[in-house]
């Protein structure tokens, strides 16, 4: 991976909820704010560059 396009382009966020069930509504606000995202979890060509 090359590091362009640093403020414009695309970012690896994670984000530690308190109780699993939070999952859904916060996967529900980023549907409904349209906010673009992928679950590196479930994408494992994403998911090796972590481990």
Known sequence: M???????????????????????SLMERMNQYNVQYKELNKDDALFAYLV
């Open 2 to 24: 090359q590091k362009t396009n640093k403020e414009s382009g695309p970012a690896l966020v994670g984000i530690e909820l308190k109780a699993k069930i939070d999952y859904y």
